[in-house]
């Protein structure tokens, strides 16, 4: 068993309505926590940034379905390495949806990785990408914390 952390970048089809995106989530949790996967799916303009960890050889497998998967187009890959600890271990998978963040809040964690107001991963460098998906789900940590 050896560990890896992946991030991608991918474009949502415009036909992909919000009805699709709660299915995909629910099916890819399921088949995650299966095959002990865990990431963080954040979708935001028509953008999804993905990361999935978890062994080498299932998480290679499971991006190989994803780029093929015709609800989304031009996957590109930001970055793929071994890990000690997992970044994401609390969740299966985990949406975070950027367009229904309030704006102040949306605005400082996009400002704080790559300088842009609007959410384009596929201009920020693989260690902005994993800031941000560390801060946002710290954000969420305390969010759920707080509720509890
Ligand atoms: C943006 C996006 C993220 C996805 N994330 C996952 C995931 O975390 N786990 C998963 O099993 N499938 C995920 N899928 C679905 C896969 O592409 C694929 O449909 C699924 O693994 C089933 O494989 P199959 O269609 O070859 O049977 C995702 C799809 C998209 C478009």
Redesign the pocket.
């Given at each position: 068993m050896h560990t890896i952390r992946l991030l991608y970048v991918?474009t949502a089809a415009s036909t992909l309505a919000y009805q699709d995106l709660v299915a995909?989530l629910r099916?890819?949790t399921q088949?995650?926590e299966a095959s002990d996967?865990t990431?963080l799916?954040v979708y935001g303009s028509g953008l999804?940034l993905?990361a999935?960890e978890g062994d080498r050889a299932v998480v290679n497998r499971?991006y190989n379905?994803?780029v093929v998967?015709a609800?989304?187009t031009d996957c590109t890959l930001l970055l793929a390495e071994s890990i000690e600890r997992r970044a994401f271990a609390d969740w299966s998978?985990k949406l975070i949806g950027l367009d229904d963040m309030p704006t102040a809040k949306r605005r400082a964690v996009l400002l704080r990785y790559g300088g842009a107001q609007h959410f384009n991963p596929y201009n920020i460098s693989a260690g902005q990408a994993l800031g941000f998906l560390r801060d946002l789900a710290e954000s969420e940590r305390q969010s759920a914390s707080r509720a509890a």
């Open positions: 991918s995909l099916a890819a088949r995650n996967i990431g799916l999804f993905q999935l499971l379905r994803i998967d609800r989304h998978m």
